[in-house]
C-alpha cells in the first residue's frame, strides 16, 4: 500500500493536551544526538534567509537569490543548515524518528524545517506520497494502537515565500529519553509544500513556550511542559559541540559539562521564547562595550544573528571580509583568523572563538567563507543560534523563569 504521509506536527516538543496522559517518571534523562546521514553540507545565505523566515521577516532580494544558488541547496527556500545532530523520540508502538530539538518552536514537527519558526514539531508520517517522504522515517498512525485522532482540530502554517504545511491533529504516546508521555498532541500534515519534503530529517521537536503552539481551536501543552513534573528540577540544558555529537540533559545539571560558575539572565517569555537580556559585547581583544541586547537563546536557528552595526563592526576587524551583495551576507576570505566575539550576561564574559564564526564555504573553491555572525535586519530582537550553544553550555530553567551560561568543560 502506498504511503501518503503525514506529518507530525505535534505542538511545541510535541504537543500536548489538556488531558495528556499519565506521565511515567524519570527523575532525569539525557538524551544523547546522533549525526544525521543526510546532511548534506552547510549553506551560509539559506541558513540565514531561513532564519528570517522563521521569524516572519521578508528576505531580501539578494539574499533570496543567494540561498538558492550555493552548492548543496536545492531551491532557494530555507533548508535545514546545520542539522547534523539529531535525537531519537519514539512514538506510538516504538516508531522510533530522530528529531532536531529546538527552543525556538512550540510544536513537535517531524518533518523538519530547522530554520523555519513556525513555532510547531512536527514528523514525516504515512499520509505524504512516496516522493515526499523518500529518505525519512515516517510515523503511521494506522501501526500505532495508541493513536487517537482529535476531530476538528487542525494547524496551518504559511510563510512569505508560499511555503508551508497543514493538516489533523491527534494523541499518542511519546517517549524521549525514557520519559513517556501519553495522548501527547501531534500534528499529521495531509498538505506540505515541496521545500518541506526535502529536509534532511525527520521532523523537529518544539522546546519553547506553550503559548505559540499553533494548534486550532485549541493551544496544546507541550512535551516539556507535559514532562517537567516528573523531573527532579523543571528544567533542561543544552551541550552542542562542533563536530561531534553533543548532549541534553533533562531535569538535572551535570557539572562534568561546564566550568566556572553559570551566569543567569531573567526570562522574558510573553513572546514565547526564551529570551533574555546580553549586558553588552566584545570584538577580539578590543573594549567590552556596555549595550543591552535583547536577544533568544534558539538552538533552531543555525547563525548568530546581530544588530546591523555590531556585525558590522565584527568584519572590519577581518581583512577582505565584505557584505556581499551575492551571497546576501557578509564573507570573507577563508584563510582569513577571525576574531573571537564575547557577549555579556551581567559580569560573565560568554566567549565565541573566531573559528566557530568561520561558517563555510560559499562555493566549491573554498576561497571564500560566509560568515556565522549575520545582521539581523528588520528582527526585532537578536537570535543566539547554534554558533552560540557550541561555544557555551546553556541552561533552560523553566522553575526559575531563567536561562543560563556558562563555560564549557
Known sequence: MKLVGQIIWASAVFASLTSAGPIQKRSAFTVHQSR??????????????????????????????????????????????????????????????????????????????????????????????????????????????????????TWNITYADGSGASGTVGTDT??????VVSKQAVELANRVSAQFAQQGSDGLIGMAFSSINTVKPQ?????????????????????????????????FID????????????????????????SGYQIGSGTFKTKSLPGIADTGTTLLIIEDGI????????PGAQNDPNQGGYTFPCSAKL??????????????????????????????????IQPRGTLPFNIFGDIMFKAQFVVFDAGNNRVGFAAKA
Not at 559580569?347 to 556565522?372: E, H, M, Q
Request: proline fraction near 6%; glycine fraction near 12%; aromatic fraction near 12%.
Open 36 to 153: 544525521n546521514a543526510a546532511f548534506k553540507g552547510k549553506n551560509g545565505p539559506a541558513a540565514l534567509a531561513g532564519a528570517f523566515l522563521k521569524f516572519g521577516i521578508e528576505v531580501p532580494q539578494s539574499l533570496a537569490a543567494a540561498s538558492g544558488g550555493n552548492d548543496g541547496t536545492a531551491t532557494a527556500t530555507p533548508q535545514p543548515l546545520d542539522t547534523e545532530y539529531l535525537v531519537p523520540v519514539t512514538i506510538g508502538n516504538g516508531q522510533t524518528l530522530n528529531l532536531d530539538l529546538d527552543t525556538g518552536s512550540a510544536d513537535l514537527r517531524l518533518i523538519r524545517c530547522r530554520l523555519l519558526k513556525e513555532h510547531a514539531s512536527w514528523v514525516f508520517s504515512s499520509s505524504l506520497s512516496t516522493q515526499q517522504s523518500q529518505g525519512h522515517q515516517v510515523y503511521n498512525p494506522a501501526q500505532s494502537s495508541t493513536f487517537q485522532r482529535l476531530p476538528g482540530y
Open 339 to 372: 576574531p573571537n566575539f564575547t557577549f555579556g550576561i551581567g559580569s560573565y564574559r560568554a566567549v565565541i572563538s573566531g573559528s566557530l564564526i568561520n561558517f563555510a564555504p560559499v562555493d566549491s573553491t573554498g576561497t571564500t567563507c560566509f560568515g556565522g
Open 174 to 179: 511519546v517517549n524521549m529519553g525514557g520519559t
Open 311 to 318: 556585525a558590522q563592526q565584527y568584519y572590519a576587524s577581518v
Open 255 to 278: 557539572s562534568k559539562r561546564y566550568k566556572g560558575p553559570i551566569a543567569y539572565s531573567p526570562v522574558d517569555s510573553r513572546q514565547g521564547f526564551w529570551a533574555f537580556s546580553s
Open 219 to 251: 493551544q496544546q501543552l507541550t512535551f516539556f511542559d507535559n514532562a517537567k513534573s516528573s523531573l527532579v528540577a523543571p528544567l533542561f540544558t543544552a551541550d552542542l559541540k562542533p563536530g561531534v555529537p553533543g548532549a541534553y540533559d533533562f531535569g
